[in-house]
């Protein structure tokens, strides 16, 4: 056995002309949280639906849990779970009942099963909405419902697609305690997201864009590898000092956070601080800052390219 | 290896949004109750008070007798008078009328020469009303103290067997059971498959291990439930209400109606993976719903169409269950004397389920 759940080698993907996926290598260690960055339309989703086996690459190989796909990918079926972006379990069927179905479509027996629906409903805080019909329920409810049915059969590897777009920060923070929990009992994890705190929280990492794998990693390493010093300047007119930044060829890219700017300034630079004021004397009394750098800031640097 | 476990799953999900979905419930039962109440009672192929205009140009008690006498038959009933046959042809023309006595002026004088007495004229656009018409052509006039033209013989008596009576709604309550199975059943499998689709639950469905042929199976058993309940409910009124005879016995219109309502389903299967939303499920519906109502021999007799139309109606479900049902409810046959419709319904029903589970991909390639 591969001491990798997920190993795919260079996978395409086109509808058509166009390309969602292009020569993406992957792989993921068994037991890690892998995240995928990107932003929306970049090809994550497509990416796990050829991992699950929904969609077929146009070339490359694949292999997942030890399963060749999409040849074996009704086999895989048994050992993962899928948590759609868009919600995917009835509405007009309670909690209880949804979570019923999908057990028994995995072949779970009746005890095995109401025993599993009482722990996962107190592990999920879905006790008191047993009863309640899904319809009506806020977002935060639904998506524990969702991760409460795509854990029914204990899967091996779990693919999350987007799981957080559409409930609140607090409801996010339990979502990942769990989640850690999942993946302390030796579940592997892929998850897409598009925030960036979110990204932070997994153990491994890859950044997507237009269909490809800008960087991969530990954060921390990413964050360290970037290859830029962070300054954040304090000053008055920060939108006109920016044009000027970008303009030298040394700044990498520059972001206003309210009365501060961030600039990324490339690393050929030794002293950044004293770059900028000696480059440019308007600031010689501006406060400056060298800042830890943030996996937005990774982000922007391997993905600036792509999008002009 | 096919699980009954996991279409277990699926049917007792399915009855369950079945039971929440109040007007769907509803329709279940209301369809056939109106629809059989309003076609047994409207579609009537026996006319009656068809009406007509009368020109007596003859002003005598003859013509007087002999306008009494069409009115006594009931075909017809005269509700103007005219002095002129061109103002009751156009009052055939505005559609006041749909046919016009006229009586010449020599009437007397044409009864004892015992030639034709007078001319119907006659909207013929509608063919029941004019061959209603066409049948008092030579009506025996028997209101006359003498006998005014010499009896007619019959060439041939006639027995009619099943209907004595000539009541459509004998022949129409039967056939309305395949009108609205055709509808209902073919309606709810043609969403089945979509709904989920535009609902979101197919890309979950699909990640789970359930085979093609399960989910498809386990989608229409429990409306073959539902079509039971309807069947029930239109013969039941029609024996009630409208006095249609039962006379075959029921576990043969039981076995019959399970083949039909199992090839309606697959039929709406077939549909629900053709189609991308529920619109054009509906729009597909309706493209067999209606050479199901006017090809089947339900409204027209199959005898009649032409070549091309009749092997349309043979390929309809609705068609070969017309016949079937008809026969085994009011001639008292069974599927043996009728297997070649019995066969058809069954082999469609196998051929409809493989094309409906082949077409079916667990992919979204």
Request: hydrophobic share 45%.
């Amino acid at each position: 056995m591969s001491e990798f759940a997920i190993e795919a080698v260079d996978v395409v993907k086109q509808f058509g002309n166009f390309t969602a996926i292009e020569n993406v290598t992957l792989r993921v260690p068994k037991g890690c949280i892998y995240g995928f960055l990107g932003p929306n339309g970049c090809g994550k989703s497509t990416m796990i639906r050829v991992l699950t086996g929904l969609l077929s690459p146009t070339s490359g190989q694949v292999n997942v849990l030890g399963l060749s796909i999409p040849k074996q990918a009704e086999l895989l079926k048994l050992k993962i779970g899928y948590m759609t972006q868009q919600f995917s379990l009835y509405d007009d069927l309670s909690v209880e009942e949804n979570m019923q179905f999908i057990g028994q479509i995995f072949g779970m027996g009746s005890k095995l099963l109401s025993q599993r629906i009482d722990e996962q409903l107190v592990t999920y805080g879905l006790d008191s909405k047993r009863k309640q019909r899904v319809e009506g329920m806020s977002g935060g409810q639904r998506q524990r419902l969702s991760l409460a049915c795509a854990t029914m059969h204990k899967p091996e590897l779990l693919f999350l697609d987007e799981p957080t777009s559409a409930v609140d920060p607090e409801n996010r923070r339990e979502f990942w305690e769990q989640l850690f929990e999942l993946s302390e009992q030796g579940t592997t994890i892929l998850v897409t997201t598009h925030y960036m705190d979110e990204a932070e929280r997994c153990h491994r990492l890859a950044v997507m864009e237009s269909g490809v794998i800008r960087a991969d990693g530990e954060p921390d390493m990413l964050m360290k590898q970037m290859g830029v010093n962070i300054v954040e300047v304090k000053s008055e007119q920060l939108r006109s000092l920016k044009q000027k930044l970008l303009a030298t060829g040394a700044v990498r890219s520059a972001a206003q956070l309210g009365v501060r700017l961030r600039v990324l300034i490339y690393q050929d630079i030794i002293e950044p601080i004293q770059w900028l004021k000696t480059t440019f004397p308007e600031l010689q009394h501006a406060e400056m800052n060298i800042a830890r750098p943030s996996l937005e800031d990774v982000f922007v640097c391997v993905t600036g390219e792509g999008r002009q | 290896m096919i699980s009954f476990y996991r279409m277990n799953a699926v049917m007792v999900k399915e009855i369950r949004q079945l039971s929440r979905d109040r007007i769907t419930f509803g329709m279940v039962v209301m369809l056939p109750l109106i629809q059989l109440l309003l076609f047994g009672f409207a579609i009537n192929t026996d006319i009656r008070q068809i009406p007509i205009a009368v020109v007596d140009q003859s002003q005598s008690t003859a013509g007087r007798v002999i306008t009494e006498s069409v009115k006594v038959t009931q075909v017809v009933n005269v509700v103007k008078r005219f002095a002129t046959a061109e103002e009751a042809e156009q009052a055939i023309k505005e559609g006041v009328v749909k046919a016009a006595l006229i009586l010449p002026s020599d009437l007397t004088q044409r009864m004892v020469q015992n030639r034709v007495l007078g001319q119907w004229v006659v909207d013929g656009s509608d063919t029941m009303i004019s061959s209603a018409i066409l049948a008092l052509q030579s009506m025996p006039l028997t209101d006359f103290d003498f006998d005014i033209r010499p009896p007619t013989v019959k060439t041939f008596e006639v027995v009619l067997f099943y209907n004595p009576s000539r009541r459509s709604a004998v022949n129409i309550v039967p056939g309305l059971l395949g009108v609205i199975l055709t509808m209902t059943m073919i309606l709810f499998t043609s969403t089945a498959i979509v709904r989920e689709r535009e609902r979101g639950n197919l890309e979950l469905l699909i990640t789970t291990p359930i085979h093609s042929i399960e989910l498809m199976v386990a989608k229409i058993v429990p409306y073959i439930f539902v079509g039971l309940v309807q069947v029930f409910i239109i013969l039941g009124l029609g024996h009630f209400i409208f006095d249609v005879p039962i006379n075959g016995s029921v576990a043969q219109i039981l076995l019959g109606t399970l083949l039909f309502i199992s090839a309606s389903l697959s039929l709406g299967l077939m549909i629900s993976t053709v189609a991308q939303t529920q619109l054009q499920a509906m729009q597909m519906t309706v493209f067999v719903l209606l050479p199901s109502i006017l090809l089947s021999g339900f409204m027209f007799p199959y005898e009649g169409m032409p070549e091309v139309a009749q092997w349309i109606s043979e390929v309809l479900p609705a068609t070969h269950f017309m016949r079937l049902i008809r026969g085994v409810v009011l001639r008292e046959a069974d599927l043996f004397d009728l297997w070649r419709d019995t066969l058809w319904l069954a082999g469609f029903t196998v051929v409809g389920l493989f094309i409906a589970s082949t077409r079916f991909k667990k992919t979204l390639d």
